[in-house]
Structures are given as structure tokens and as C-alpha cells.
């Protein structure tokens, strides 16, 4: 035991008061109770050390980390734990290697605890894969980002997913009541008197975060000057001060999920389109580009022919924050938005661009029809190039006559709805049709 380590233990409130009233067990932990409640699956396997290869998914603050420290202290092989941003392949081969040795030597297993799996690339999660396959390693992997998006399929096909969902006010009103209540690792020692109201306002700010809880909470509380007998009284003045508007987490996961949500939105609702662009803009620093692209497409994907000006108001929008720049131009945005929303819908585009992508999956070859084929050029008529019949000739601009390919010449792709402008289109193609 090195020095350090002595005064830590010596000296335990050194440590930070998140770090001291981390849980060591699992009635301890806070939170998570669909997957560590009790008869859950992952709280047997905990408590029978026989966890598997295990990812961890979920938010900053949500207990992955806490979780993978329970595990450590349940079980009897060794635990190893790696944090993606700094380790290498080298680290993780040292592992792997020792964790070999130890299950060939002595029947031990080894757990590695990969901390932000994201972090690691494609070539380095491969170097776990045969470790993992042969059972050499248990391998238990946290990540804050989408596994779908951000690990190998191979490795997550071999791990069992967890989800793990953002904390709650009262998860972290939950664990401060505990750290005032415990004299050791807590702080039950200082004659400590904590207003309700500051404490309700710590856990609304730290958002779900237990670990910024108890940080406001000590800096508040260590900070804070002494009455005559020693007490130490925090009140919401104090607490406002002690903690900061609460940060929000924008990683590439969150921005799809953001982006996912404004464009569903467009097809149905102002308020929470209007909603999601302002918080991905405003709270995630998200690119107000990303989203008028989006909106473009929305306008021909959800919108059509049914209101082609929702088209025009969102070129429009794009070009006035070229010029304008932001936040100038958030109004001409918004406007594009509503106007979008409002529209009359029709996917019947996107419908129709799906059908012939379906068709060209199964044809082979498509020839164009002899009459469809330029003809200007001497020789055309002796090639058979004739027989096209110039639509504006006729009544209404319109003659029936083949287009399609041989193949496919009674296929229909393109069907008019009955929604907003698009309704004059249906009429024109009943009429065509024979259904009018």
C-alpha cells in the first residue's frame, strides 16, 4: 500500500461525496428497477455471479458505471476495468492474455469492464471478439450512444442489452436524503440542516444525474459559513449557486433521435415540430441546416403535390438563413415549419419512387418502345422509330399510347390523393382511367 493509498483510506471524506456513497450493493443502487428489481434477470445473475457478456445502454448519470462496480464486488474471478478513450489494442491483448492464463491455471474467470464501448473503433471491438466466443473473457460493455449505431454487430449480436433509463427528481432527492442521513460516507457528521426547497431544486437541476446531485450538494454545504453552534444551514439561495442550469447531452445518437422526432413531427404536429428544431438549435447546438434539409425532403416525402408551396417556403427559408444567418432568421425557419405542418399530406411520391425501386429490383432489362426512341436523325423510319402521337394535339393535351417498357407497360406507379391540390390530379387520372 503506497501512501496515497493509505490516506485515502485514512482519510475517507478526501474522497469526493459521489465517490463515497457510490453503492456497493444492489440495495444500495437507485434506479433501474426493470432490470435490477428484484427476480429480475440481471439481479440473479448478479447475485449468482453469473453474469454474461452484458452491454449497458443508457444516459450520463443513469448507473452504468455504479452497476459495473456492484458486479465487481459480487464476484469471485477477477475484474478489469478499461475506459475506450485511452486504451488500446495492446491494453486490451494484455487483458486477454492474463485472462487466458488465470482460466488455464487456475479455472478464474476475468470480467472486462469496457467503459464508453463507443469510443472503441471497429478494429479494436474485433479484438475482443474471439475472447468473448471462447469464453476467455466476460465482457460488459457501457455506452451512452445508440449500441445499434455505435458497435460492432458481431459483438453485440454476442451480448445481452440493457437499457438503462434517465434517473428521476426523486431518484436524486433519494440519494441526497441518504448522504445527509450517513455519518460515515456521507454527510451526517456536520450538524447539516438542509431547506426542501433547496434540495427540490438541486435534484430539478441535475437533471437525472445523481452524481451532479451530490456534488452541488457538498460544494453547498462545505461552503457555506458555520452558525454560532456549528450548524450549517443551506437554503435555496445557497443551492441556486451551488448548481447551474443543467447540461443536455448531444451525442450522435441523440442528434438522430432529435432529427428522427422533428421530421414525424412535421407530418403531425406544429407545436412539437416547432419544438424540437428550437431545443436541437438552442439546447444541443445542433445546425439549423440539418434540419432545413430534413424539412425539404419532408415537403415532397409527406406533403407532395398536395401543396407544392410547402416546397417553395422551405427553399426559401434555406436560402434566407444563408443569408441572414442565425438567430435573425429562426422566424422565416419557423414559418417554413407551420407552413409544413399545416399542409394537406400525401405520400403518394414516395409511394410511387418505392414502387418502381421494388419493379427495377425484379427487371432485368428495359427497352425503350420503338416509338418513344429518338428520331432525329435520318434512317429513324427505317429503324421503326415512328408511331409517337404528340400529346398536344390532342383534346385536353393527352393521348393514350404506350410509355413503359414491353415488360411492365400495364404497371402503375403514380396515384393521385385526394388531399388538397393533388384532388385535381386524382380527377385527371380518373377521367383518363374511365372512372369519372
Not at 73 to 99: M, P, W, Y
Not at 178 to 201: C, I
Not at 261 to 278: E, I, P, Q, T
Request: glycine share 6%.
Amino acid at each position: 500500500m503506497d501512501l496515497f493509498s493509505y490516506r485515502a483510506e485514512a482519510e475517507p471524506r478526501a474522497r469526493l461525496l459521489a465517490d463515497r456513497m457510490r453503492p456497493e450493493t444492489l440495495e444500495e443502487y437507485i434506479g433501474q428497477e426493470d432490470i435490477v428489481g428484484p427476480g429480475k434477470l440481471l439481479r440473479r445473475a448478479i447475485e449468482g455471479d453469473a453474469v454474461t457478456s452484458i452491454l449497458l445502454f443508457g444516459p450520463p448519470g443513469s448507473g452504468k458505471t455504479t452497476l459495473a462496480h456492484i458486479i465487481s464486488k459480487r464476484t469471485q474471478g477477477d475484474f478489469v476495468r478499461l475506459n475506450a478513450v485511452d486504451a488500446s489494442v495492446k491494453d486490451v491483448r494484455e487483458v486477454i492474455e492474463q485472462a487466458e492464463s488465470n482460466k488455464t491455471l487456475y479455472g478464474r474467470k476475468t470480467i472486462l469492464f469496457l467503459d464508453e464501448v463507443h469510443r472503441f473503433n471497429s478494429a479494436r471491438q474485433d479484438a475482443l471478439l474471439p475472447a468473448v466466443e471462447k469464453g476467455i473473457i466476460v465482457f460488459i460493455g457501457a455506452t451512452t450512444e445508440n449500441p445499434y449505431h455505435s458497435v460492432n454487430g458481431a459483438l453485440l449480436s454476442r451480448s445481452t442489452l440493457f437499457r438503462l433509463h434517465s434517473l428521476t427528481k426523486e431518484h436524486s432527492l433519494q440519494a441526497m436524503r441518504r448522504a445527509l442521513a450517513d455519518p460515515v460516507k456521507g454527510l451526517g457528521f456536520m450538524k447539516l440542516n438542509v431547506d426542501e426547497e433547496a434540495l427540490e431544486h438541486i435534484a430539478s437541476m441535475s437533471n437525472g444525474d445523481i452524481r451532479r446531485a451530490l456534488t452541488a450538494l457538498e460544494l453547498a454545504a462545505i461552503t457555506t459559513p458555520s452558525e454560532l453552534d456549528g450548524s450549517v444551514r443551506v437554503t435555496l439561495e445557497i443551492a441556486e449557486e451551488s448548481i447551474r442550469q443543467p447540461t443536455v447531452q448531444a451525442d450522435e445518437s441523440t442528434q438522430y433521435d432529435v432529427l428522427s422526432a422533428f421530421h414525424k413531427s412535421v407530418r403531425g404536429s406544429s407545436d412539437a415540430a416547432l419544438f424540437w428544431f428550437l431545443y436541437a438549435v438552442e439546447k444541443l447546438g445542433m445546425d439549423p441546416m440539418t434540419f432545413l434539409r430534413r424539412l425539404t425532403v419532408a415537403c415532397s416525402e409527406d406533403i407532395g403535390l398536395a401543396n407544392p408551396q410547402a416546397m417553395v417556403q422551405a427553399v426559401s427559408a434555406m436560402e434566407a438563413y444563408h443569408r441572414i444567418g442565425w438567430p435573425e432568421s429562426k422566424y422565416i425557419v419557423a414559418q417554413a415549419i407551420l407552413f409544413a405542418v399545416e399542409s394537406p399530406k400525401s405520400n403518394s411520391i414516395a409511394v410511387a419512387i418505392g414502387t418502381i425501386m421494388s419493379t427495377l429490383e425484379n427487371l432485368k432489362s428495359a427497352e425503350v418502345p420503338l416509338h418513344l426512341r429518338d428520331g432525329h436523325y435520318s434512317g429513324a423510319k427505317k429503324l421503326g422509330h415512328v408511331g409517337y402521337q404528340y400529346p398536344h394535339d390532342f383534346p385536353g393535351h393527352y393521348v393514350e399510347q404506350q410509355y413503359l417498357p414491353d415488360a411492365i407497360r400495364d404497371r402503375h406507379f403514380y396515384s393521385a390523393s385526394d388531399q388538397g391540390t393533388e384532388k385535381k390530379i386524382k380527377h385527371n387520372q380518373d377521367l383518363r382511367n374511365g372512372r369519372a
